[in-house]
């Protein structure tokens, strides 16, 4: 399986920006997609934002015309660009790849806290 790597969580105020990204490692099997979730303390994980390998992104409403993810042109790293975050915002924030034959992986996690 592929090893997924992220960083770029931490602490901001409300209104302000992070960029995190999974860096995925090398693996025998392609890649098809790449996605962000997010859970927050006694609540499901919810998907966030997704990729495909061609660039095709879906966002959850409530994300929508604030963040942003993308792919590079590997295809290894995803990085999820949040502005105008909100206390609302605060989870740990996971990244999931989707392999061929149905193999996926998670990252281990990072925080994010929007908070004043």
């Known amino acids: 399986q592929v090893q997924l790597v992220e960083s770029g969580g931490g602490l901001v105020q409300p209104g302000g920006s992070l960029r995190l990204s999974c860096a995925a490692s090398?693996?025998?099997?392609?890649?098809?997609?790449m996605a962000w979730y997010r859970q927050a303390p006694g609540k499901e994980r919810d998907l966030v934002a997704s990729?495909?390998?061609?660039?095709?992104?879906n966002y959850a409403d409530s994300v929508k015309g604030r963040f942003t993810i993308s792919i590079d042109n590997a295809k290894t790293t995803v990085y999820l660009q949040m502005n105008s975050l909100k206390p609302e915002d605060t989870s740990v924030y996971y990244c999931?790849?989707?392999?061929?034959?149905?193999?996926?992986?998670w990252g281990q996690g990072t925080q994010v806290t929007v908070s004043s």
């Open positions: 999931k790849a989707f392999m061929t034959g149905g193999i996926e992986s």
């Open positions: 090398r693996s025998p099997l392609s890649i098809n997609a």
């Open positions: 990729v495909t390998s061609r660039g095709n992104t």
